[in-house]
């Protein structure tokens, strides 16, 4: 089997609520991490492993995703479905079932894998890459005898294991896995209140189904803020970029988009200004600034600003004295 054969399954048509309130007007996936929106990332993975064909999955705020893949991504062959109420991922996955024949990679849409993907494509075998993690209870969660998964739990209240299922899932048959699909969607059964990909997979397992756990170790979620910037830091130290910045210091790793304009300010480190924004008179580190955002006079660290959002701060003018104590930080003065 060749990697083109394969149709990979991106779903994004979650209401991203962890990530509110960017994600009230803006879908999570057009959210920038390093030097483009996390889609961008994924589908720009998915191409270099040697897939050609896609099928998103979209409902909430769908339109603006579709323009940008349009506007960004015309050698992809892309087709859509729309999931208009968010009933899980599993259900996500089931509607794709009359785009998709033959292969299939599922890749979720608020993943970026630091790893060669087409090793999913080129394996003989079904496979789902997993990661050993402190806490799996967030997680689907498997269990592997003899090489392969045994059973598996979406987020377990006592987990077995500490193996988590970490975002990409490979399965040359995909009539097995749609089929598989059918019979979790016809029962109505609903684990956490959502129809669960995991779920379904489980199902196949206690059938017999062979599916070889690959462990990753470059595995970066977008799915929080505190996520988000983590995997900013990571795209940052990996692509080194080469910022330029009018009468400014840059401390990298920096991105900054040849459309943005930044002056008088500290940038850095890790800090990723987006297309036609604005930085002035601050000093900004361990941040992203998404695109046509506005900041003059601030100190931001640890922040997110979202798409045209304007933040304005202080300037003061003093004329201390000899002797003078001045504290701007209120906790000092307490
Ligand atoms: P998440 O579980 O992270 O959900 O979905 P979410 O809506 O994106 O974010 P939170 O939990 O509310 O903060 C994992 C992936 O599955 C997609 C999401 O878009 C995301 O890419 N998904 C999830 C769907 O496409 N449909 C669904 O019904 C659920």
Redesign the pocket.
Known sequence: MTKTEFTAV??????????RPH?YTYP??LLTVGDKPIIGHILDDLHAAGIKKICM????LGDKIKEYVAKNYRHLDVSYVE?A?????G??IWLTRRNVTGPVVVM????ILDADLSKFMTSKEDCIAVKEVKDPRRFGVVEVKGGYISAMVEKPENPKTNLAIVGIYSFHNSSALYNSLEKLVDSGRTTKG??QFTDAMAAMVRDGHKIRPVPIEGWYDC??PETLLETNRHILDKKKFSPKAKNSLIIPPVYISPTAKVENSIVGPYASIGDGASIDSSIISDSIVNENASIRNMNLSGSLVGPSATVIGRKDQLNVGENSEIKFDKTVCE
């Open positions: 991106v779903p994004v048509a979650g209401t991203g609520t962890r990530l994600t999570k996936v999955v979209v409902g909430y999931q109420e968010q009933k899980g991922l259900h996500a979720l849409g608020d993943t959502e129809i799915g929080k």
